[in-house]
């Protein structure tokens, strides 16, 4: 049983990546992680409210009728999102600043209502908490990997640590770099994976 | 002349897809075919208008008097939800063959974050164009704001589609097939788009 949870942690790394593998999620990996210490963050606040819907959803769910489900899922995982965003406002309003829109945008990111239709509505609520950590550090670990590959390129820096004078190459931090970094990382990712 | 900047700013220069990443997932989902595409920009253009303008409505009227501004993330994403299903009765009704041609995309809105992203970028930031001061966008703003927006969500989502009819018939190597060489595409677009910044 506890090997089991073990592997429900460790597959999101992997395995069932969310940003490399399910291609989830991709709207808050483009856009927040123009340096490395923004897609940590960003990656932290969603495993927060993944853990916490996917527990309260496991809990609700046999409870909840099936045609209303989803718009049950929602509002339960609109809750979190609201309860994180006081949250930050009031211990760390600078990030909530940096990240803005993408906060509130946690509500429509199909990994959390993913999870809640997959693996939370059936099963139990420590196996789920399991798993939304699992997917949660993987989503956390992809983004950090973007933001320092974006951040080296566009800024010459490393979480803050300047180890190039001057200005990088400008295109990583803005838009097109965004796509062109996750895209050549999905072909490094695909490359290693069907090995 | 306002409403002419807020036009061109938000199909060129701050395009919803290539600079603000919003609804990204439908973008790269349904753009493989040119008259899918359409249909979804279709949906997704009438969806964020009547969302933007709805919202607006709410959160000027009952959120901001009653002091309940926080409980905004929750109260637009039942109201966008509700609505799309509104949207999705009235048009069966009224325009079947509409219905039929935007068919599973009308549903997969409600999670389009671009809907929700618009709905709270017009009440909560404020905008600068031309010369004007700051200021937080008025009802007409607000409404020309999501639908030029969502015209830019259109624009793009076409040009990629085209793009990548084209590149289905292209020899691409094979750790690049499929989503990899899509997302290399939107990253050149994103960069000739960043040729438009600076004009408004």
Not at chain 1, 15 to 36: H, I, Q, R, W, Y
Not at chain 1, 142 to 158: K, M
Not at chain 2, 14 to 19: D, E, G, P, Y
Request: net charge positive.
């Amino acid at each position: 049983m506890a090997g089991r949870r073990f592997s429900l942690i460790t597959k999101g790394f992997l395995k069932e990546n969310p940003t490399f593998v399910l291609l989830l999620g991709m709207c808050p990996t483009l856009a927040t992680t123009t340096s490395a210490i923004n897609g940590l963050e960003m990656g932290l606040a969603t495993l927060f409210v993944l853990v916490l819907s996917n527990i309260a959803i496991s809990l609700i769910a046999p409870k909840v009728p099936d045609k209303v489900h989803i718009p049950v899922y929602i509002v339960v995982i609109a809750t979190f999102v609201t309860v994180l965003q006081l949250l930050m406002q009031a211990f760390v309003p600078e990030v909530y600043r940096t990240l803005g829109l993408f906060i509130p945008l946690i509500v429509v990111n199909c990994i959390i209502l993913g999870r809640a239709e997959a693996f939370a509505g059936k099963n139990g609520w420590l196996d789920s908490a399991c798993d939304g950590l699992g997917i949660g550090l993987g989503f956390t670990v992809s983004l950090t990997v973007i933001g320092i590959i974006r951040e080296i390129l566009g800024n010459g820096s490393f979480f803050g640590w300047k180890f190039i004078q001057g200005d990088g190459i400008l295109a990583f931090v803005m838009a097109p770099g965004a796509f062109l970094v996750l895209g050549y990382l999905m072909v490094i990712f695909n490359k290693i994976a069907k090995k | 002349m306002e409403y002419f900047l807020i036009i061109i700013s938000a199909i060129f220069v701050n395009n919803i897809v290539l600079a603000q990443f919003l609804g990204i997932c439908p973008f790269l989902g349904v753009s493989n075919k040119l008259s899918t595409a359409t249909g979804m920009s279709l949906a997704v253009c009438f969806v964020i208008t009547f969302a933007t303008v709805v919202t607006y409505l709410l959160n000027q009227y009952l959120l901001v008097p009653f002091g309940l501004d926080f409980l905004q993330t929750i109260a637009f994403i039942l109201v966008i939800a509700a609505l799309v299903q509104t949207v999705e009765i009235v048009l069966k009704k009224v325009s079947p063959s509409l219905y039929q041609a935007l068919g599973i995309f009308l549903p997969l809105i409600t999670t389009n974050c671009a809907v929700l992203g618009v709905a709270i970028t017009v009440v909560t930031k404020e905008f600068t164009f031309g010369s004007a001061a700051p200021h937080m966008l008025n009802l007409a703003e607000s409404a020309v704001y999501a639908f030029a927006t969502a015209l830019g969500y259109g624009l793009a989502m076409v040009l990629f589609s085209g793009l990548r009819e084209h590149l289905a018939l292209c020899n691409v190597p094979k750790s690049f097939k499929g989503l990899p060489v899509a997302l290399i595409t939107v990253g050149i677009m994103a960069m000739a788009f960043l040729g438009f910044s600076g004009i408004v």
